[in-house]
């Protein structure tokens, strides 16, 4: 299945919900350019209905993260699969408190907090 990506906006923040599989190529390309597209704020990526991802996908997630760090914002992940936490963590040895977890978090407090 294909990247799909639904933008809403949530009480004032950019909320980018996936689906599908996020790999190499074209999928990993257009969700880095929407991710940094919004770089005037912080972003929320739900991943709750992301099936697979790839080396270039996990890339994709900390590049979108250090861009919108540099502009002094923030990547949010809301809903993310404990299998790709993992990979972060031993692929790009990044605590997760670079990519701001919003695991069960109220999401007006933590993407304001």
Sequence with gaps: MQLSVEVKRQEGKFVFFCRG??????AS????QLLTRSHRQDVILDLAALITFDRA????????????????????????PSNLLEHIRRRHG???DDLYALENADLVE????
């Design 110 to 113: 933590a993407a304001n907090g």
């Design 29 to 32: 390309d257009y969700l880095f």
């Design 94 to 96: 990044a605590p997760l």
């Design 21 to 26: 599989s996020l790999l190499q190529g074209e």
């Design 57 to 80: 996908g996990l890339q994709t997630v900390m590049l979108s993260s250090n861009f919108l760090a540099a502009n002094r914002h923030r990547l949010f992940l809301r809903h993310a």
